[in-house]
């Protein structure tokens, strides 16, 4: 009888330790699903935006927000809406950051496109010289409104000491000076421009002399290699290519070696000599 009790309880505690594994087991995650879990984290990357609502800056940036996310990213957004102080944070910054960026203001913000940060040139544009219809038989000094960014002392050996420059926080602002007569000329972007030569306000034609922008988006700590083809991806949704097609942008898409050099060859024309 004791035997046969003793062998019930053997049996009643090696059916407990079964029990008790598959409890551990079925809570305890594997290695490969550890493995899955973490490789399923977001990778963060800061995106600094250096433009301010209505201007060009600002809508890729938002653009590329969107993107990002939608591409798996936990993107840190960082609001700046100054090109100067943006430049500041971009330089100062220890994790992967990215920012919109232009070749026309390299000398003034002291941050060339070199081979470390270049990621992508997303399109190219003429810029445009536009004057009020009200103007065009003024003699004398020239109101000309144009961008922060822009370096005066070069706006002035292109343009003549006739003038007397305006600076404006973007190219929205800009368009919306010259439209309210606050200005008698605009030196801006090509999609502004076509904006102002619709309103039938003045005219605008394309400069001859004032060296091709090329927008870019570059990139710190970061593998820009790798980036780019996130970057490039996100250039070729229905939204971003709307945006291009509307304002007439040209993209130089290459071989990121080319584009580089390309983006580097042009931004020496905004050097002041």
Not at 141 to 168: Q, R, S
Request: glycine share 8%.
């Amino acid at each position: 009888m004791k035997i046969k009790q003793t062998q019930g309880l053997i049996a009643s505690i090696i059916c407990a330790i079964f029990m008790l594994g598959l409890l551990v087991t079925s809570s305890t995650p594997s290695w490969w699903e550890l493995g899955s879990s973490q490789a399923e984290t977001p990778e963060s990357i800061t995106l600094i935006n250096s433009g301010k609502a209505g201007g060009s800056f600002n809508a890729r940036t938002q653009m590329y927000k969107e993107g990002l996310t939608a591409a798996g990213y936990n993107v840190q957004y960082e609001n700046i809406g100054k090109i100067s102080q943006a430049v500041k944070m971009f330089k100062a910054s220890s994790g992967p950051t990215i920012m919109v960026y232009a070749n026309n203001q390299v000398y003034k913000q002291d941050l060339f496109h070199t081979e470390n940060n270049f990621i992508i040139a997303e399109y190219q544009q003429p810029l445009y010289v536009c004057r009020t219809n009200a103007s065009k038989d003024k003699t004398g000094n020239l109101t000309v409104a144009h961008g922060k960014g822009y370096d005066p002392k070069l706006l002035t050996t292109l343009l003549g000491d006739n003038v007397t420059l305006v600076p404006y926080k973007n190219s929205g602002a800009m368009l919306k000076g010259i439209l309210g007569g606050d200005v008698d000329m605009m030196v801006n972007n090509q999609g502004k421009s076509f904006k102002y030569i619709k309103s039938g306000h003045g005219t605008c034609e394309a400069s001859d002399v004032l060296p091709i922008m090329v927008a870019t988006v570059i990139g710190t700590n970061i593998d820009v290699q790798k980036i780019r083809d996130i970057i490039f991806d996100i250039t070729m949704d229905v939204q971003f290519i709307e945006y291009h097609t509307s304002r007439k942008l040209v993209r130089p898409t290459s071989t990121w070696e080319q584009e580089l050099a390309f983006t580097q060859e042009l931004e020496k024309g905004y050097e002041v000599k």
